[in-house]
């Protein structure tokens, strides 16, 4: 039979005089109670081990989905204390496609204004990684900072006018992939559509190197953006049906 191990009080039966225990008994309780230290400390030790691992745990799990955006932060995204926020940097008129509005200016008599469609999505922030947050400039919303972005290139080339008819542009489009493995990229749709006239629709994929950790990757994920609006306002440029806008 098994010795038993214990005190009196966890013996309530015991009568208060035991028997002096065997050197057997002695040794079988000495190691039943080494055990349980060991089991309890190695609980311990795992529970500190996981709580320490899980800023890193997590968004190494999420970085396989999706991006996902929405409208405003919603309570079922959980962004973990600590993590960083992102900023995109406020956009820098292209050389190479003020180049190109210059070219069509050539005969243009009617200078636009570019607004964003008041009914369409805004893009106010994207979640990178499953936690870190992107957000425009300010915490601007994307549309913003695409309409100033239009704005800003038509009037370094003379074609833009504060006063003047008033173009609808919006995105369709608005995403990025982070990319654990291979290349990321940005992925923007717009359409630009003036009343009376078939709407100019374009499609930009703008790629870079990806394969890097969370932290990493978002950060170029914002400061690639600049480029990836670079590209996508070239494309609306050179688009058939954009300079007849501005005649």
Not at 26 to 48: I, K, N
Not at 212 to 217: C, I, N, P, S, V
Request: hydrophobic share 40%; aromatic share 10%.
């Amino acid at each position: 039979m098994e010795p038993r191990c214990g005190t009196i009080r966890d013996r309530p039966h015991a009568q208060r005089a035991r028997p002096v225990p065997s050197r057997k008994n002695m040794t079988h309780c000495t190691g039943l109670v080494a055990l349980r230290r060991l089991r309890s400390a190695l609980s311990s030790t795992l529970r500190r081990t996981l709580v320490a691992a899980l800023p890193f745990v997590v968004p190494l799990a999420l970085s396989f989905a999706p991006a996902a955006h929405a409208e405003r932060p919603k309570e079922h995204y959980i962004l973990l204390p600590g993590f960083r926020e992102f900023y995109a940097n406020s956009y820098t008129p292209s050389a190479k496609n003020v180049a190109l509005l210059n070219q069509l200016k050539i005969g243009a008599t009617t200078p636009r204004r570019v607004a964003f469609h008041p009914d369409k999505k805004q893009f106010d922030w994207l979640l990178c990684r499953g936690s870190y947050p992107i957000y425009a400039p300010g915490q601007a919303s994307f549309a913003t900072l695409l309409e100033a972005a239009v704005n800003l290139e038509l009037q370094q080339a003379g074609l833009a006018s504060e006063d003047g008819p008033k173009v609808q542009i919006w995105l369709d489009q608005f995403d990025f992939s982070s990319a654990l493995f291979g290349n990321a990229h940005w992925a923007i749709d717009l359409t630009l559509a003036d009343e009376g006239k078939p709407p100019i629709s374009v499609t930009s994929v703008h790629e870079f190197e990806g394969r890097h950790g969370a932290g990493t990757a978002c950060g170029q994920i914002s400061f690639q953006l600049q480029t990836a609006l670079e590209g996508v306002l070239f494309k609306l440029y050179s688009a058939p049906g954009f300079s007849a806008l501005f005649r």
